[in-house]
């Protein structure tokens, strides 16, 4: 059973549009954290929310924490091809615990 | 700084061969994760150590799947015998303690570049 659904599950747009990245359960988390991975790397945090209804904003990349804890939104302004590469949600179930478990991912490519 | 450290980084074996990863966290962390990644499954916690003591090893698949971390700056991830599924990318991550009261579990997890496993 896959605690965390992220949709889309493959995304090709051109450079310059915006999208948006789905992280869904229904379980309430205590934390989230997105992750980018590249090919032949692991994965690199991109930010942690951990407030109901929480916005964090990094660069072009605004993160969204749901006003129940149960979901999570990653909007990506204006894509640049550097933006290519698998977006990962976690989620942490229980305070004080690093059991995070991962989304089933958002594979993202950016065409020039 | 060196980040974390996993070795191999290409393992091809034949079913039935003892395999064993290695990972060397980054100083002064006192979280270390197991990792497994597949295209079907996704990125699967298998086992995680707080200093140095198995926290939860629930993700385990079975007993062929055994971790040990004898010190704080290294840990095994050993699979014996190995099978043609357990063939994936496996990921060691490394993290420290940070804040308290609802802050606490919040740290970045710092994850080595993987040692893909191929069982033939």
């Known amino acids: 059973t896959q605690l965390l659904e992220q949709s889309p599950q493959f995304l090709s747009i051109q450079e310059g549009e915006n999208l948006t990245v789905y992280c869904n359960s229904s379980?309430?988390?205590?934390?989230l954290q997105w992750y980018r991975q590249e090919p032949g790397e692991g994965p690199v945090l991109l930010v942690t929310?951990?407030?109901?209804?929480e916005v964090k904003k990094l660069k072009r990349l605004t993160f969204q924490f749901g006003d129940a804890r149960k979901d999570s939104s990653l909007h990506i302004t204006a894509a640049q091809p550097g933006d290519t590469g698998l977006y990962l949600c976690?989620?942490?179930?229980?305070?004080?615990?690093?059991?995070?478990?991962f989304g089933t991912g958002t594979r993202l490519k950016v065409l020039a | 700084d060196a980040g974390v450290i996993q070795s191999p980084r290409h393992e091809v074996t034949e079913m039935g061969q003892e395999v064993t990863l290695r990972c060397k966290p980054i100083?002064?962390?006192?979280?270390l994760f197991w990792y497994r990644q597949t295209m079907m499954r996704g990125l699967e916690l298998l086992i995680y150590?707080?200093?140095?003591?198995?926290?939860?090893d629930s993700g385990m698949p079975e007993d062929r799947f055994s971790a040990k971390m004898p010190n704080a700056s290294f840990s095994t991830l050993k699979i014996q015998p190995s099978e043609p599924r357990d063939s994936a990318v496996y990921f060691c991550?490394?993290?420290?303690?940070?804040?308290?009261?609802?802050?606490?579990?919040?740290?970045?997890?710092?994850f080595g570049e993987g040692s893909r496993l191929t069982v033939l």
């Open positions: 929310v951990v407030t109901g209804g």
């Open positions: 991550a490394s993290s420290s303690r940070v804040g308290t009261g609802h802050q606490m579990g919040t740290g970045e997890l710092f």
């Open positions: 100083s002064g962390h006192d979280y």
């Open positions: 976690a989620g942490a179930r229980i305070v004080g615990t690093y059991k995070y478990i």
């Open positions: 379980s309430v988390f205590s934390s």
């Open positions: 150590f707080n200093n140095n003591v198995p926290i939860d």
